[in-house]
């Protein structure tokens, strides 16, 4: 399990969502309140969250890729298409962590 998947874990009690899991579990406290309103399905695009997230902490020349790559495996990069498939929030977590690791 990574960082970001550790603290969604802990989400009720630090009342984060997402989004805000990928920045603190990667090391960047300093963006985990710009990521508030990202998480439940209201990222841009309704965009998953922690993909949105990942996004903004990697290079732009790799964010397309990075997206399907997400997408091949959770179904989809729009969270309420992802959760329709019963993909849960945690592994959207746990991926996107490790797909921001793999192109860092």
Same mark, same amino acid.
């Given at each position: 399990?990574?960082? %970001?998947?550790?603290?969604?874990?802990?989400?009720? %009690?630090?009342?984060i969502n997402c989004a805000q899991a990928i920045m603190a579990g990667l090391g960047h406290d300093s963006r985990v309140a710009e990521m508030a309103?990202?998480?439940?399905?209201?990222?841009?695009?309704?965009?998953?969250?922690?993909l949105?997230? %990942?996004i903004l902490l990697l290079p732009e020349a790799?964010?397309?890729?990075?997206?399907?790559?997400f997408a091949a495996v959770a179904g989809s990069d729009k969270?309420?298409?992802?959760?329709?498939?019963?993909?849960?929030c945690a592994k959207c977590v746990a991926l996107a962590a490790e797909l921001v690791e793999k192109h860092l």
């Open positions: 399990m990574n960082r %970001a998947s550790e603290i969604f874990a802990e989400r009720a %009690a630090r009342k309103d990202c998480g439940g399905g209201r990222a841009p695009e309704g965009r998953c969250g922690a949105h997230a %990942a790799v964010g397309e890729s990075v997206i399907q790559e969270c309420r298409e992802i959760k329709r498939n019963g993909f849960p």
